[in-house]
């Protein structure tokens, strides 16, 4: 025991060695691509919104980790300042620019005004780096031609160091010159160095000498003294000069040095004896040379300029996944419930058994239990782990190294220690266990699943609540389980009792805050990623974080506070995914516990991947801090500056905003309101910096645009803009007034206008009515002679040829059935034909009857199902004797399964007419008949290869197709060719709904296609 104990300790402090060595970072690269105007940095420096100046090879430009932004005057060269070298911070917030012609430029509030851009191109005798004071103090020193005592010593490079009430320093290799304003005061003596080796941490100054030695400089005593270093690396010097790169922010007073491919951070401790310093366990970029270093955040995320390979922002990654490799097959590394053990360890299990983590990651050392259910385990303030391994209940103490049976046949889903006494929930029920004894005091259904406990709490109430897959229950006065109101039927599978209230979070409906006797569901992220949520974890500095299937979130305690109390606001929540440096960002649930805090401050949370460790207290507040500001505004496309007094017909207006960011874009979240209500404010998508409004309404208006839970954060800065929409020319007051008027006058002249139109309408009526009158006269008299000739009609057919024809063919068929057998063969031939030519003669004249009767609207059509082959060959049956006696071959085309619904009747009709006239005229020829479905209507199509139709038939055959029956009949010249076979067609065809078409070559055939609906009989 003492040995694993030893292995453990030793473990443990080389493991926090080890992790202490190795920061995580991630970097990202800009360059001109991506909107840096040239990819040589020379310098930069951070402006009092957060955001880098940058000076390059092309230019000027700002940049606020989103966004790229020129900044310049116009010029007859091209903008300006170009190749800008030197950038000085005065104390009045303003910035000095100073390009390679010696040209100097005023950057105040993003605006950069000409000081001595007219003067002609001159060759800089010095570099400037650092800051002097004021800015004509700076322009005067970077000016060439400008006269300083003692100017002609003043190094290649000059670092100024400013101390305060107008006056500054610069060192040369052996002295340290010290001005005010432009006035020489006195020099100080140092030990031989690199001028650009001077600068300052705090109130204090210091240097280097060429052996890498630092000294604290006095210039007011006029004396420096050695200190202390720690951590400091090996001098590299070179041609007798130390060949450390250092780079000092003097609006930050922080330094730092890049010693060969390596980088440390220097800070000094407060008696100023002491100079430390840190490595920064980052990879510099290849290949190229940092020229500009600016340290941003604080020291999460850092920004280097390089000669060749644009900007890097690298970003500290305080995050990490920690795995267990080789795993055998059919282990993975997801894990659960976890338990802390040691100083800086956990235990947790898979299926491959129980495994330690510490910083490092995956232990090597073997776990004291050699496995356990993954659900829940307990460390109790005894140094006792309770779990679960099967359907048995375990305990295990570690100073005994002894595993006992605490009860079989109970598997633990769920531990919650109070006290002396460690609850622990089962399927069939919630047991207590106190001085060794386990019993079970509120009893569960075993049957019902979804009743089993996920998690238990007691509330700042003394309730006793439970959390189900069924809803949050408690334990009522009488012993019984009672469902908690407002959280029945969600799946419940965390309680974290904070501040005095309940946070419950829940598979699939969110999370929810129980206070002060009400609860109330948590606002949602607007990706929704907050559905699922595992457990909550309250930290050191007012935090709590909340573990999701897509990624971990952190909201602060006094936000949540100020929600419970005006809900219509929304809660700033901040998101950790993979780019905080999880390899999986799908944390696991429905364990107990869903996280674990070491000792030594590291907290772990679960995953489908690894665990994930972190340390919540170090980890700064993701909440923008700096303040939100107006980049640009584009009315219709175009750069707009000045008020916003806009014109009725604008399209568009865009906004764009600016807000120096430097960790993940996701966690800028914005909102606006045009409106003056609360409820009036509209969130931007995570990350989006421009707000584009279209056709606002005539008016004054107020956009206001503010961080996400800045008023939740007490936060009064919100951004507005007044918009004015200019109001259409109807809308003014001269326009309405001149419109009455004209409606007035128009009202009037109107009157007498239709007074005279009346006038001369009603004499026009008369003559029309008098015309008409005799027209109607002439219509009826020829109405009259239509109606008696198509009576007269009818009434010959009736009884002078139907009748007649169904008398001969019942005597015929009588005298078939009864002819004597010797003479059978003849004389039933012989009245077989007369029979079948008897009924196709009826047949025609019913066809002819039911076409009169359609010119009088007494046919009815009678819809019904029918296979359109088998009516084929019905109508070609009784055309192949006749067929067969003029040389003719029938072929029915028509595919066997085809169905419409339609009249069969009428459709016998017009397929009789239509064949009747193929066989008649097809002159020995073929006659064929086919069908298709085309667009939800049916086609069917007689062709007949005979000689076709003369001129004058085809031409009666198209006007009857295009103008119908009637109106082809009279038509000049068509009597001699008009025949009633077309008429019927067309007729009963329109009847039906449907079209027909004509086609025919002289000489080669005619065809006949006739298209009705498939599924309906058309309207009459």
Not at 24 to 38: D, I, P, Y
Not at 490 to 509: F, K, W
Not at 892 to 918: E, F, Q
Request: aromatic share 8%.
């Amino acid at each position: 025991m003492q040995l694993r104990s030893l292995l453990f300790c030793c473990l443990f402090f080389f493991g926090g060695l080890t992790i202490s060595a190795q920061e995580l970072w991630s970097s990202e690269q800009f360059m001109s691509e991506n909107g840096l105007l040239q990819n040589r940095v020379h310098v930069m420096v951070k402006d009092r919104w957060g955001a880098l100046i940058i000076g390059t090879e092309g230019g000027l430009v700002r940049f606020d980790g989103h966004h790229f932004k020129q900044l310049g005057v116009r010029s007859a060269e091209g903008m300006r300042p170009s190749r800008v070298l030197d950038i000085l911070p005065a104390n009045d917030g303003s910035y000095v620019i100073r390009d390679a012609g010696c040209r100097q430029y005023l950057l105040a509030d993003d605006e950069v005004r000409s000081i001595t851009a007219s003067a002609p191109t001159r060759q800089y005798t010095s570099r400037f780096a650092g800051a002097i004071g004021s800015a004509m103090a700076s322009v005067v020193a970077m000016d060439p031609d400008s006269t300083f005592v003692r100017k002609s010593t003043w190094p290649a490079v000059v670092r100024a160091v400013p101390l305060g009430d107008g006056a500054w320093c610069l060192r040369t290799a052996s002295e340290l010159l010290v001005y005010k304003d432009t006035t020489f005061m006195h020099a100080v003596p140092l030990p031989s160095g690199r001028s650009a080796h001077l600068f300052s941490l705090g109130a204090r100054m210091f240097t280097f000498d060429t052996a890498g030695r630092v000294y604290r400089v006095e210039p007011l005593e006029g004396k420096y003294y050695p200190v202390r270093t720690k951590g400091m690396p090996a001098a590299d010097v070179r041609n007798g000069q130390l060949n450390w790169r250092l780079f000092w922010d003097p609006q930050e007073r922080t330094a730092a040095i890049i010693v060969e491919d390596h980088l440390f951070t220097l800070t000094a401790e407060d008696d100023g004896g002491t100079i430390v310093a840190e490595p920064v366990e980052l990879t510099l970029p290849q290949g190229a040379k940092v020229g500009a270093l600016v340290w941003l955040d604080g020291q999460d995320a850092l920004a280097l300029g390089t000669d060749n390979k644009g900007l890097f922002i690298y970003r500290r990654q305080r995050m990490r996944s920690l795995l267990c490799e080789g795993l055998s097959e059919g282990v993975n590394n997801a894990y659960n419930a976890q338990a802390a053990y040691g100083e800086g360890s956990v235990l947790t299990s898979t299926r491959g058994g129980a495994r330690l983590f510490d910083a490092t990651g995956c232990s090597p050392v073997n776990a004291p239990i050699k496995g356990f259910n993954e659900g829940a385990i307990l460390l109790d303030q005894n140094g006792r782990y309770w779990y679960g391994r099967g359907d048995t209940t375990f305990q295990y103490d570690l100073v005994m190294e002894r595993e006992s049976v605490v009860r079989p046949g109970s598997r633990p889903l769920c531990f919650f220690e109070e006290g002396e006494v460690i609850w622990m929930g089962s399927g069939s029920g919630i047991h207590r266990i106190e001085n060794g004894n386990i019993t079970l005091a509120y009893p569960l259904p075993e049957g019902d699943l979804s009743f089993r406990p996920n998690d238990l709490c007691r509330t700042p109430g003394s309730q006793f609540w439970m959390a189900t897959c069924s809803g949050v229950y408690r334990v009522s006065e009488k012993g019984g389980w009672e469902v908690v109101p407002g959280l029945e039927k969600v799946c419940a599978r965390t309680l974290e009792v904070v501040d005095g209230s309940v946070l419950i979070g829940t598979y699939g409906s969110g999370a929810y805050l129980s206070t002060n006797g009400h609860i109330v569901q948590l606002r949602r992220d607007e990706k929704g990623f907050l559905s699922h949520v595992h457990g909550f974890m309250p930290d050191g500095t007012g935090f709590i974080w909340m573990s999701t299937n897509q990624g971990l979130f952190r909201v602060k305690r006094s936000d949540l506070l100020a929600w419970s109390s005006d809900t219509t606001q929304r809660i700033y929540y901040a998101y950790y995914g993979k780019r905080a440096g999880l390899s999986n960002a799908e944390f696991n649930g429905g364990c107990s516990p869903p996280y674990v805090r070491t000792r030594d401050g590291w907290a772990s949370f679960p995953t489908m991947d690894g665990l994930v460790w972190f340390r919540p207290e170090e980890i700064p507040d993701a909440y923008p801090a700096h303040e939100l500001r107006v980049e640009s505004i584009l009315v219709n496309g175009i750069l707009h500056h000045g008020a916003l007094d806009l014109p009725a017909d604008h399209r568009d207006l865009v906004v764009s905003l600016s807000l120096a960011y430097w960790g993940d874009q996701e966690n800028v979240q914005l909102e606006y309101a045009l409106g003056d209500e609360e409820s009036d404010w509209v969130m931007l998508p995570p990350g989006q910096r421009e707000l584009r409004l279209s056709s606002l309404s005539p008016g004054e208006h107020e956009l206001r645009v503010r961080k996400v839970g800045s008023l939740l954060r007490d936060e009064e800065r919100t951004l507005a803009i007044a918009i004015r929409i200019e109001a259409p020319l109807y809308r003014k007051p001269w326009f309405i007034i001149g419109a009455g008027l004209s409606t007035i006058l128009l009202f009037f002249g109107a009157i007498r206008l239709n007074d005279s139109r009346l006038r001369r309408r009603n004499a026009e009526l008369e003559r029309k009515v008098t015309d008409r009158t005799r027209e109607l006269v002439e219509a009826n008299a020829d109405l009259r002679r239509s109606l008696e000739m198509k009576e007269m009609l009818v009434s010959i057919i009736s009884h002078d040829i139907v009748t007649p024809l169904r008398f001969i063919a019942r005597v015929a068929t009588g005298v078939s059935r009864r002819v004597p057998k010797e003479a059978e063969d003849r004389l039933v031939s012989t009245l077989t034909d007369l029979a079948n030519s008897s009924e196709k003669l009826h047949a025609n004249a019913q066809g002819l009857l039911q076409w009169i009767k359609r010119q009088d609207g007494r046919i009815e059509l009678r819809p019904r199902n029918i296979v359109v082959h088998l009516l084929v060959e019905e109508v070609l049956e009784r055309e192949r004797e006749r067929a067969a006696e003029n040389g003719v071959t029938l072929k029915n085309l028509v595919p066997l399964d085809d169905t419409i619904r339609t009249d069969r009747n009428v459709l016998s009709i017009i397929l009789h007419n239509a064949i009747g006239n193929a066989v008649s005229h097809s002159g020995g020829a073929s006659v064929s008949v086919s069908g298709a479905l085309v667009d939800r209507r049916y086609r069917l199509t007689i062709k007949d290869m005979g000689g076709g139709m003369t001129e004058a038939v085809l031409r009666h055959a198209k006007r009857v197709q295009s103008q119908g029956a009637l109106g082809a009949m009279g038509q000049e010249g068509e009597r001699e060719v008009q025949g009633l076979g077309l008429l019927i067609i067309a007729d009963l065809t329109q009847l039906m709904g449907g079209e027909f078409t004509v086609d025919s070559v002289l000489g080669e055939g005619t065809t006949v296609c006739i298209t009705l609906p498939a599924d309906s009989v058309g309207s009459s």
